[in-house]
C-alpha cells in the first residue's frame, strides 16, 4: 500500500500543477475548480492509503523481491451474488433520468432506491446467508 500511497501522492502534486498553470494561463474558472478538485480526491486518498500502510502488515507488493505467488490466498469477504445492487443502480438512473426528463420519474425511482438500499444493508440478517 505504500507504492499505491507514493503514486497517489505524486497525482496529487502534478495535478496541482497543472490546476495553477492552467488557472494562470486560461483564467478558466469551470476547469480550473474541477482541476483543483481532482487534486483534493487524489490527495485523499494518497492520504488514506499512506496512513493505512503504516498500520497493516507489509504486503508482497512492497516487497521489492516478492514473487506473484506471494500475494495469494484470501483478500477478504465478498458477497457471492446479491441482486441488490441492480436494484439501486435501476433506481439511481431513473431518478438521475428525472432530472432531465421531469421530476414526476423520481417519485417512481424512490422504491428502487428504497428496496435496494435496505435488502444490501440488510442483506445478511435473512434468509440463506444469514449468520449463525
Known sequence: MKIQGRLFIWLA???????????????????????????GLSIMIGYYLAFTA??????????KEADVAD?????GFFSPHSWQPLS?????AFAFLGIAVGW????FSAPL???????????YYRGENQNQ
Open 13 to 39: 502534486a502534478f495535478i496541482l500543477t497543472v490546476a495553477v498553470v492552467y488557472g494562470f494561463w486560461s483564467k478558466e474558472p469551470v476547469g480550473t475548480t474541477a482541476l483543483f478538485l481532482a487534486f
Open 54 to 63: 503504516r498500520r497493516v502488515d507489509t504486503g508482497a507488493q512492497d516487497n
Open 71 to 75: 500475494d495469494a490466498g484470501e483478500l
Open 88 to 92: 439501486l443502480a435501476l433506481g439511481g
Open 104 to 107: 414526476w420519474l423520481v417519485w
Open 113 to 123: 432506491l428504497l428496496i435496494g438500499l435496505f435488502g444490501w444493508v440488510f442483506e
